[in-house]
């Protein structure tokens, strides 16, 4: 199928299965790997786009789901797509609406057309399609859309069920695919299902490659399997996929798991995690989350960071030098404390894959793995955790070395 | 202790005329302000919905007011402490007594305050601030306007800068106070049509002609002072908030984008409003200061008077979630103050912050989100 990006490969790590590389979208470059914040109901949460624009992020997230609701597609269309909508000038992602409704909506429940679902307030049976899906965003004209999968928790005891929704997703992919208007402006992805049954997993990334979509997502996942496992999952998939086509890993936001699942060969994350927890006073930094709602925060003047070019921490030129005191003063009484925090966090993710980046090019990153988590847990390598001691093992580094 | 003195009154400062006029404040190692003008108002500090950073790039906030049970820390203006006493005469004198306290405690700029009482009860304080402290403070602020032509006639109190905590309605009484001689403003309204989720579009004392989609009919159709953004109609609707506005949120943004991040209930829409209601309070100052300048300011006044509805438009959507310190807390078993965004379809154990839409069956299908079967 046609494609709207150009994936060029940077950097190989010489160690595990990192790589740096440069992917164009329609709306501009973006360095890979790459962390994507989310931008749920088109704005995240409340920085201006030309805030997010200074924290250096140029590819962001907008929810089908939501959007399809507020403002709904005839809206986006008289508006002319999500990028008019909110007036950002880079690129979006858009998810495809499927995995809130079967995570959320307790009435929902998949058939071979699509999410059958009760409208709430009137009980009428409703269907959500794969076309609808394709339709919706390609209103909404984000630059990377995904095709509707059949998401099951990767817990599901049920084996067969899961054999079904991996098959059932790589069908829908085939009607995503047809129905997709806007190929060459618009980049479709796949995305491999088969919750923790590596062999599933296998089958499917066969099958989805071969359907050659622009990029391939791995789904599924992030739904409170153990680490190991979803460890696993990873390094069984990217191992099966195209070396120049961008691995898109749905849900993952901890530093830990971004570092990890880089070194296991995949390269583009979303999640919530950041900008939520922001909202309830917490900082993440090098050494940790810092929650700056506690009492110790009142008389701390330090940044919230030390060192962190963030325009939220930085002092002087165009910085704010925000302390942790003005932070825990205003912390969840007045939204500006939130939209610092949001701010600094997204920054904090975005610079974590830039040093990420530049460690793969330099072909030293087993080296600033072994510093992240140095810095993470004070030096204690006892209280590493033992799922990342484990998979980066598997791919070349031991974090216990000295 | 004599106070440097931080304010200039341009033109003439005869104490004897009541009227408007213009001035120059300045605080060491801070920008001027020209006056008439007006301060942001502060919670805990930060002007509420703006970062720092968005008000340094994004409006002309030349100071802001923080009251000081909001926060420990102290601002370029500080000003005496309002007495709770119920007893009148008791409270000018305690006034006048903390204000000394104050005084000599104080490293920064210290506005007096002029009590909401009838002048009687209160003159010899006022008397003392004039013959005694006036050069010692930096400025009055008055808690009513109305007490301004009362004050002794004095180049001592004259020449200082007035502060308002009058608490404006609508740009009309800011109008009359400036008509006084007030010089410095706080004004509650501009942060509650930003809640409100009202776009302020006055301009002084007449629309710009970029404003077209404002009807003028001879002069007899009165204007809106704003736009209520919460309406459906500017669902679609590409115009910025206000043609003839240059603010960020009117340069990148259209009314389409603000009334969907209203409906999401997006903290985004009240930024962008508040940058837009700053921009335009701003320009209002600067179009008295223009006119006072020209000595059309009388004439431009009733024009505005004319023009303008008298007040802001009703508040017909709902605000950004209520702050814990915005309302006093009734004890155990009070109901929740925020609405929950989203509820969940069936027991409540099944998943944490669920997902429903509030559509029914045949909007959802309109929305092409998902279509009916039957």
Redesign the interface.
Known sequence: MPSALKYELVARCSTTKARAATLTLPHGPVSLPLFMPVATQASLKGLTPQQLEETGCRLCLNNTYHLGLKPGQDVLEKVGGAHNLQGWKYNILTDSGGFQMVSLLKLANITEEGVRFLSPHDGSPMLLTPEHSIALQNTIGSDIIMQLDDVLVTTSPDAKRMKEAMERSVRWLDRCIAAHANPARQNLFCIIQGGLDLELRKTCCIEMVARNTPGIAIGGLSGGEAKSDYCKVVNTCTSLLPEMKPRYVMGIGYPEDLVVSVALGADMFDCVWPTRTARFGNAITRCGVLNLRHSRYANDFRPVEEGCECVCCRQGEGGLGVTRAFVHHLAAKETVGAHLLTMHNVHYQLSLMRSVREAIIEDRFPAFLRQFFRDRYDGDKTSYPDWAVEALKTVGVDLMEN | MEQKKNFMVLGSADPNIIGPRMGRLRFEGKDEIETPNFLALT????????????IA??TNIRGIHMALED?ISLADLTYGPLPGSKRISKMADRTEEWLSDLLKSRCQAIFAPVLPLDFDSQSEYINRLADDLADEIAGLAFYDSNLLPDMPATTSLSRLPRLSLDEPASPHHIIRQVSLGMDIFTIPFLGFATDAGIALTFRFPRPLPGDTDIPIDNGTAVVPLGVDMWMPTH??S?LPLSQSCSC?TCT???R??I???L??K???????LQIHNHHILSSFFCSIRSSLKDGTFYSDAEDFAKIYESELPEKSGKG?RV???QYRSEGPGEEKKNEAAWG????DD??EG?????????E??????????S
């Not at chain 2, 959802?364 to 079967?373: I, P, Q, S, T």
Request: charged share 20%; proline share 8%.
């Open positions: 919670s805990r500090g930060a002007v509420p919905h703006m970062t720092p950073d968005v790039s994004n926060s669902a679609t590409l960020y990148s943004h259209h389409a984008y009334q969907h991040l409906s999401a997006e903290m985004l829409g009240w930024v962008l950004p702050r814990g310190y969940n379809l069936g027991p099944l998943v669920g997902l429903v839409p509030d559509e029914n069956a045949e959802l299908e309109e929305k092409g989100f998902a279509e009916r079967l």
